[in-house]
């Protein structure tokens, strides 16, 4: 059986939104994006998180306030020695990244994601 994602991703798209890797801060095309609206999952197409809830958390990944909870999956993780919790597209299971409790208001929520496991769709 073929994978279509290894066909469909580039290979360091396919070892973020497979294989649960991270890419390297501030090397994300969407690090320091601004522009009007939504990003959805690099696997499946899914929207997961609009611009307006973005924001710059100088961590070096894009940061959002609030995903689309209907649209996302959080599961614990306990790797690299720490337990974290790990955003994941509910439609294909691609790994997103990690949500912490250090962001804005008003959700306190500070969802760090990989450029890589992101498509961005412009506002018309």
């Keep these: 059986m ?3 994602y290894k066909q469909n991703l580039s290979p360091d798209a396919y070892k ?4 649960a890797a991270t890419e390297q801060p501030f090397s ?4 320091d994006h601004w522009l009007a609206g939504t990003y959805v999952c690099a696997c499946c ?3 997961l998180f609009l611009s307006t809830t973005k924001f710059n958390a100088g961590c070096g990944w894009p940061s ?4 689309i909870v209907e649209q996302t999956l ?3 993780d306990n790797s690299h020695h720490t337990q974290r919790t790990e955003i994941q597209c ?7 990244g990690h949500v912490f409790d250090d962001g804005p208001v008003p959700t ?15 506002t018309n």
Excluded: I, P
């Design 45 to 47: 197409q899914q929207v």
């Design 28 to 31: 994300g095309k969407y690090n």
């Design 90 to 96: 509910k439609s294909c299971q691609s790994h997103l």
């Design 64 to 67: 959002f306030w609030a995903a």
């Design 16 to 19: 973020v939104c497979r294989l």
């Design 74 to 76: 959080e599961k614990v």
């Design 2 to 4: 073929t994978d279509h």
């Design 108 to 122: 306190g929520k500070r969802y760090c994601v990989n450029s890589l496991s992101l498509n961005f769709v412009a």
